[in-house]
């Protein structure tokens, strides 16, 4: 049955500035941008076949999708593009620094929000620039599909929405798929492949720029997980 590779991008440059992210379209560093290199190297290492990329809304996420596949010798591979891949909006806190939100919020409703299941960050208003329905990327989705801040709960629902329909099909085939995406909607699928607990969620660490793989049986039953490193496969 399919094989499944989850990347989330590698650094970008608010990722080094401590940046809340979110659904700002942030490039990568060069930090990052080695990350990606090596994760190429290290597919082409193991004599992995991709058969079919996907990949979120997000330049980060794209750049490190083509970087991995330009250096892993497969940019003839097809690489389809969903928002539901997108990284968790993280509303009003976009574009600001997270040790400041830390002091401005306090440290229980923080870590609610930014390690919790269910609590989303404040919202963006709907004149807020940062509201995506100003991003022309999303001028085909209805106002109402357009997320102003996002728990961790609400990133899945779409993240796992979008698996179901695009992602399970061609692993069903037998194909190797690479999705490269971003740290929540990453932890949201990895959450659901392995059954966990909400409660478990918020403990799955999605580093930049590693592989995990995922090995399903003819059933799509979980059989086998690792990380590809450049020394050796590592239990995850």
């Known amino acids: 049955m399919g094989k499944l590779i989850l990347v989330r991008h590698g650094k970008s440059f608010w990722n080094i500035k401590n940046i809340f992210t ?9 930090e990052g941008i080695v990350e990606a290199r090596l994760a190429g190297e290290i597919i082409r290492s193991q004599n992995i076949a991709i058969d079919i990329c996907f990949s979120s809304y997000l330049k980060r996420a794209i750049r490190t999708a083509t970087i991995i596949l330009e250096n892993a010798d ?15 909006n993280y509303g009003a806190w976009q574009g600001r620094n997270k040790d400041e939100v830390r002091k401005d919020v306090g440290e229980d409703l923080f870590w ?9 960050p404040p919202s963006l208003s709907v004149d807020d620039e940062r509201h995506p329905k100003f991003d022309r990327r999303y001028q085909n989705l209805s106002i109402g599909d357009l997320p102003i801040g996002e728990s961790l709960e609400q990133t899945k629902q779409r993240a796992v929405q979008y698996y179901f329909e695009a992602i399970v099909p061609e692993l069903v085939k037998g ?5 490269s995406a971003h740290g929540n909607s990453i932890r949201a699928l990895i959450g659901h492949i392995e059954n966990m ?7 799955v660490e999605v580093l930049t720029g590693v592989l995990n793989v995922f090995e399903f049986d003819n059933a799509m039953k979980l059989k086998d997980k690792y990380a590809l490193t450049q020394d050796s496969l590592v239990a995850i």
């Open 22 to 30: 979110g659904w700002t379209d942030i490039d990568l560093a060069p």
């Open 74 to 88: 497969m940019m003839h591979i097809d690489v389809l593009k969903s928002w539901k891949l997108n990284e968790r």
């Open 112 to 120: 609610a929000i930014r390690r919790g299941y269910s609590t989303p």
């Open 175 to 179: 194909k190797t798929v690479l999705v």
């Open 197 to 203: 607990a909400p409660k478990e969620y918020p403990k």
